[in-house]
């Protein structure tokens, strides 16, 4: 059990280090309205991250894959989010907290 849980810590630590990472490397692109909502996303996406640590694989799986979805919607020249691909990532996430039963996550516009 306990190779487990520390292969799940390591998955958790590299998936907030995506999320965290992304949006540094996007922040200086970003102002006012997009700037927040990038921020409110990156900040549910950790806490999913964290709480869904020890959940079942599928639910750790739809956490992991909007993590990927945030972290690889970018525009190929110059790394920066569109604002379409926020509003895209925040339908996703906001999919997933309702499914994960933590709708005190969903991020506002």
């Not at 409110?40 to 739809?62: F, I, K, N, Y």
């Amino acid at each position: 059990m306990a190779v487990v849980e520390r292969g799940n810590q390591h998955g958790t630590d590299v998936l907030i280090r995506k999320v965290d990472s992304h949006l540094a490397s996007v922040r200086p692109g970003l102002r006012g309205a997009d700037l927040q909502l990038a921020e409110q996303l990156a900040a549910a996406l950790r806490e999913l991250v964290v709480v869904t640590t020890a959940a079942s694989a599928a639910d750790r799986a739809r956490v992991r894959a909007a993590v990927h979805y945030f972290v690889l919607r970018r525009e190929s020249r110059d790394h920066l989010l569109p604002v379409g691909s926020l509003a895209a990532t925040q339908r996703v996430v906001n999919k997933i907290v309702v499914q994960l039963g933590r709708p005190d996550l969903i991020v506002e516009s």
